[in-house]
């Protein structure tokens, strides 16, 4: 209702609470769910009324919908295969907020990372970052000319 989800100390991997604001999408798909929820599930992602706990299929679906692969049966990348795990879902928020110019201290907050040099590990340097450098240090230099 207030726009933002409230993670108790309990609820986080790190035991430290935190707040995190939602953008318009997700506030709306959020607000679709709780108008379609089950009054006797206290889960917002639920399969019949039952606590997700696997989603291994699902995952394997959506990666193939963007013409991506995502787990092998075992639930390991396959050797060789550039393949999704849900777990990159973590770094590419945390990429796109870098990207958007959010400062480093925010994102921690707003991630959890307690520690640069964790925040560092999840922040991976693409070859695009390597061109897009290169290009500012091109335009700099002819503005200085």
């Known amino acids: 209702k207030e726009g933002y989800i409230r993670l108790g100390a309990s ?58 692969k995502g787990y092998n049966i075992s639930g390991e990348r396959e050797e060789g295969v550039q393949g999704l795990i849900f777990h990159d879902l973590r770094r590419s928020a945390l990429r796109n907020l870098v990207r958007a110019g959010v400062p480093q201290q925010v994102a921690m907050k707003i991630s959890g990372h307690r520690t640069a040099a964790v925040f560092a590990r999840y922040d991976i340097v693409s070859e695009q970052d390597l061109q897009e450098a290169a290009s500012k240090v091109q335009t700099y230099l002819q503005g200085r000319v």
Do not use: S
Not at 31 to 57: A, E, H, T, W
């Open 11 to 68: 609820e986080t991997k790190n035991k430290h609470g935190r707040i995190i604001y939602l953008d318009d999408e997700l506030r709306g798909l959020l607000k679709m769910l709780f108008i379609q929820r089950r009054l006797d599930c206290p889960y917002v992602f639920n399969r019949n009324g039952k606590q997700i706990r696997f989603f291994r299929r699902a995952w394997n679906r959506a990666c193939e919908a963007i013409g991506r």
